[in-house]
């Protein structure tokens, strides 16, 4: 039997116990690998998880650094650092202008659990990772907005900035001139601002600039100041000088101003000078003067009188103004002017115009002639007013007419009252010149500007119907409320105190008396006054009503009844002296 030799072929294989364990050897470096990839994932989002759950480095909100904390870490320094930052006024502008608005009434409020949970969101972005751990991170807080309460506050915020668009103006006063800058005119868009704040509001960051229309004016601030700081300037700088052959005339700056007015033309500024303002500047009292006689009425045997005006020569008034204008901007400041043959101011035809020509009214009262001094002072104020002219329109004025009231002035010392006390005065006297003026002006139907009755009623006045004065304090004015002039004639003749207006009938006046009632007994009263006047008294006090009704004599015109009422003091026993002690 023959033995196979080794290498012979077999169909059955043999095996050493090396050649059994090659299959696992072949399986282990797959399950190595995969060990290492799930402990390597394993780590990586183990550190995914470490990393998410801090806030990322450098990470900052309004300038207070968070990074790197845990959250319960960063919501403490949130709470302590960034809320009070969020609470403080939040700086916009509109159109240029500073304001503010309070987060807390505008419905703005910081979400700091929102805020730490949006940065420590889980990540595992490797790039991201690594900002997170590297980069300079920024931050969008998360930010509640009520858009109810915004509104409001937007709402609020419109009526300080929004304006009508106003143009500059130049005033001119007192000889300076005062400029008022240009306004736009601004409509706040709310509900964009609505929107713009509730994306791009920044907690302790830069102010906002709220969207509005705006309505320029049609002359810029800065044009305006321009003009101003040359035009005006050189306006108010100096004196004008007109010049008419040899004739010259000074106009001041205070009259020039006076003349001034700003008037914008076709979208530029400007100014424009009065002519007639520098007319009447320029011809009082100068080279200038007009040789044209003014028409005047007059008294003459006890009535009014026309002397009849005459034409001459003077100032050309038209174009004056630009005249003066053009010569403020000259070094020389000098204007030429011409004289032209030229009617009076007040004519003839003016003057008939007036309708001066018939007693309307006469009205007198009686005074004491054994008083010498008083007398004078009648005397003096019925010489002030006798001739005066109150043109329709027009008011008179009695302190006007009489003033100063001083001894410089023609006036005297003599007995007035004063507090209720007989005393002495400058112009003592002069309260019945007063009653006189109101008298006629009543009866006229004139409108009673000012008066006032006397404290305590005297006899020769009628009651309810009189009038006092005090320079400084006490004035008598009536306006001359019709379409004629009116002429006052005052005299002082025998034991009475006159006077008459001359004019043209227009008014219808009637009067209703109430008589005298609430009647108050005088009493025993002292004065310590150095110029203590004593007195017996004995009269007794009252109250009067005085009801006036006027209709024009046409019948085309009726005014409302006028009721004044007044209540005067008993003449109280003046005992000069202080009052005894029980």
Same mark, same amino acid.
């Given at each position: ?33 995969? *060990? ?31 990074? *790197? ?8 320094? +949130? ?40 940065? $420590? ?20 807080? /998360? ?68 969207? /509005? ?21 050189? +306006? ?41 303002? +520098? ?11 007009? $040789? ?6 007059? +008294? ?8 009849? @005006? ?102 005297? *010392?003599?007995?007035?009252?004063? @507090? ?86 227009? =008014?219808?006046? @009637? ?54 009422? =007044? ?16």
């Amino acid at each position: 039997m023959q033995t196979p030799s080794p290498d012979s072929s077999s169909t059955t294989p043999t095996h050493s116990p090396q050649d059994k364990k090659k299959p696992k050897s072949k399986a282990k470096p797959w399950i190595i690998t995969g *060990s290492c990839v799930a402990a390597i994932a394993a780590a990586y989002f183990g550190g995914a998880a470490y990393v998410s759950s801090q806030v990322p480095a450098n990470a900052s909100i309004a300038g207070v650094n968070i990074g *790197s904390m845990n959250k319960d870490q960063a919501r403490s320094e +949130l709470e302590r650092e960034v809320l009070p930052l969020a609470e403080k006024d939040i700086d916009v502008t509109v159109n240029g202008e500073k304001y503010t608005l309070d987060p807390a009434k505008a419905g703005l409020a910081l979400n700091v659990d929102e805020t730490i949970n949006d940065l $420590t969101s889980y990540e595992i972005n490797p790039v991201e990772l690594y900002e997170r751990l590297t980069g300079d991170v920024h931050v969008d807080p /998360a930010v509640d907005v009520d858009q109810e309460k915004l509104s409001t506050q937007l709402e609020a915020l419109a009526k300080k900035a929004n304006a009508e668009v106003t143009e500059g103006a130049i005033e001119f006063k007192d000889g300076t001139a005062k400029l008022t800058k240009p306004v736009d005119g601004v409509a706040l868009k709310a509900d964009e601002a609505a929107s713009l704040i509730t994306d791009e509001w920044e907690i302790a960051g830069p102010a906002l600039t709220l969207p /509005a229309d705006v309505t320029k004016p049609k002359i810029s601030a800065e044009s305006l100041q321009a003009f101003y700081d040359k035009d005006i300037k050189a +306006l108010l700088k100096d004196d004008v000088t007109l010049s008419s052959d040899k004739k010259k005339a000074t106009i001041s700056v205070e009259t020039i101003v006076a003349a001034a007015s700003y008037t914008p033309k076709d979208g530029a500024p400007a100014i424009t000078l009065d002519d007639k303002k +520098l007319y009447k500047a320029a011809t009082k009292n100068s080279d200038l003067s007009s $040789t044209a006689e003014n028409a005047k009425i007059v +008294l003459k045997d006890g009535k009014p009188s026309i002397v009849k @005006s005459s034409k001459g020569v003077s100032l050309e008034t038209e174009g004056l103004g630009a005249k003066v204008l053009a010569a403020t901007a000259d070094k020389k400041r000098t204007a030429t002017v011409e004289m032209t043959e030229t009617e009076a101011e007040f004519t003839t035809a003016d003057a008939k115009k007036l309708g001066i020509k018939e007693p309307i009214v006469t009205f007198s009262t009686p005074y004491p002639a054994s008083d010498k001094v008083r007398t004078k002072n009648l005397y003096a104020g019925s010489a002030r007013v006798n001739g005066d002219i109150i043109k329709p329109g027009e008011r008179f004025s009695l302190l006007e007419a009489l003033g100063p009231i001083t001894v410089a002035n023609g006036y005297f *010392s003599s007995g007035v009252v004063e @507090s209720g006390f007989s005393t002495e005065a400058v112009g003592g006297g002069l309260s019945q010149i007063s009653t006189q003026m109101y008298n006629v002006g009543f009866l006229a139907g004139y409108d009673d500007i000012t008066h006032k009755p006397h404290s305590r009623w005297f006899e020769r006045y009628p009651a309810g119907r009189e009038a006092t004065l005090w320079e400084g304090q006490i004035d008598m004015i009536w306006e001359n409320n019709t379409p004629y002039g009116v002429m006052i004639q005052a005299w002082v003749s025998g034991d009475k105190v006159n006077t008459r207006l001359w004019s043209t009938k227009y =008014w219808d006046v @009637s009067q209703k008396s109430s008589g005298k009632y609430n009647l108050t007994n005088p009493e025993t009263k002292y004065n310590p006054a150095e110029k203590c006047v004593s007195e017996s008294g004995g009269k007794k006090g009252f109250s009067i009503d005085i009801t006036r009704y006027r209709e024009t004599f046409d019948g085309s015109k009726k005014l409302p009844a006028e009721t004044k009422s =007044w209540t005067y003091s008993p003449w109280h026993k003046i005992v000069c002296g202080e009052k005894p002690k029980d």
